[in-house]
């Protein structure tokens, strides 16, 4: 199993930043890509980036490529989500999501969830 606790959500104006973090246990974590996925109310839950614990660089929805970065902290089991230039159409509850060996894109072929976190931007 893989336990995946979000935090760092919370209230922004159209612009600002926040960063998100994922921390990932469990004994098979380390076997498992790290997504970010973002639900909207009232719309489907999309993916937003993903890396896996070997990649220097993550995979970016389009919607995220330039603005957003996701890093990864081996050491401390950790994925963090950098949110700069948001804007309203960011708002949602930001899901981390682990799927096995791949990055992955559509939700059904997660593996596991966290809770979520809710990210609002004011516009």
Do not use: H
Not at 65 to 83: E, H, Y
Not at 85 to 103: F, H, Q, W
């Amino acid at each position: 199993q893989v336990q995946l606790v979000e935090s760092g959500g919370g209230t922004v104006y159209t612009g600002g930043s926040l960063s998100l973090s994922c921390a990932a246990s469990g004994r098979t974590a380390s076997r498992y890509a790290i997504n970010w996925f973002r639900q909207a109310p009232g719309k489907e839950r999309e993916f937003v980036a993903g890396i896996r614990w070997s990649d220097d660089d993550g995979n970016y929805a389009d919607s995220a490529k330039g603005r957003f970065t996701i890093s990864r902290d081996n050491a401390k089991a950790m994925v963090r989500l950098q949110m700069n230039n948001l804007k309203p159409e960011d708002t949602g509850v930001y899901y981390c999501a682990a799927s096995m060996a791949r990055i992955r894109t559509i939700t059904r072929l997660i593996d596991y969830w966290g809770q979520g976190t809710q990210v609002t931007v004011s516009p």
